[in-house]
């Protein structure tokens, strides 16, 4: 089974509409991350928690919030969806000075 | 300046060939720093870490230059297989602790 599983996989969806993304990890990480990736793009920080009392903004987190339930869990939230947020979603963990482990994505279409 | 900066390439090298790729990080207390390899619309994959002394595995060795602040990886042999895009990605060391990744290079293997 995968260490960081994200739900759905694919997802249409029509602006306006409110949509969640699920992460979860058996890794037993203390730190969990929201990235974005867009076309021949690198990889932008949404959203980062370094324990469940901890949630921290990245560099493009308008527009989204998250949630983090438990260690294993970190939800990220589109209140309102609007097209240009169409993109593949990741989810990763890592232990405070380790690498990331990465989810499988999540590609988001918002039309 | 980029936090972390790569050639986006292409790189387009023959079966066989070694080729090498170099990243360049702006923030000298930078304390850690990994390859990851990013196959078309898939998740970013941790290929290496890099140390001090620089280290191998198999094909890959990596190795860093901390007074001219660069990471690099070489690839010997290339195979079909190593299509790809490398990330390079460093800890930069503050009290966040967050990854910065590199925008990528991409290697094509032809056959």
């Known amino acids: 089974d995968a260490d960081v599983t994200q739900t759905p996989r694919n997802r249409i969806t029509k602006t306006g509409k409110r949509i969640m993304l699920e992460c979860s990890q058996t890794?037993?990480?203390?730190?969990m991350y929201w990235y974005r990736q867009d076309p021949g793009l690198g990889l932008r920080l949404i959203y980062y928690?370094?324990?469940?009392?901890?949630?921290n903004k990245g560099e493009i987190s308008d527009g989204y919030s998250v949630s983090r339930q438990a260690q294993a869990k970190f939800s990220l939230s589109l209140e309102s969806a609007i097209p240009n947020q169409t993109a593949l979603y990741f989810c990763?963990?890592?232990?405070?000075?380790?690498?990331?482990?990465f989810g499988p994505g999540t590609r988001l279409t918002v039309t | 300046r980029k936090e972390v900066e790569q050639d986006p390439g292409p790189f387009n090298v023959p079966e066989g060939a070694t080729v090498a790729f170099n990243c360049t990080y702006s923030n000298s207390a930078s304390q850690s720093f990994f390859w990851y390899r990013q196959d078309c619309r898939k998740e970013p994959k941790l290929l290496m870490s890099v140390y001090s002394s620089g280290n191998e595995d198999g094909r890959f060795t990596a190795q860093l230059n901390r007074a001219s602040q660069y990471i690099s990886l070489l690839i010997r042999d290339s195979k079909l297989s190593d299509s790809a895009t490398y990330l390079c990605?460093?800890?930069?060391?503050?009290?966040?602790?967050?990854?910065?990744f590199g925008s990528g290079t991409r290697l094509l293997v032809r056959p």
């Open positions: 990763a963990t890592s232990t405070d000075r380790g690498p990331q482990y």
């Open positions: 990605v460093v800890n930069p060391g503050d009290s966040s602790y967050k990854l910065i």
């Open positions: 928690s370094f324990d469940v009392k901890d949630i």
């Open positions: 890794k037993g990480h203390d730190r």
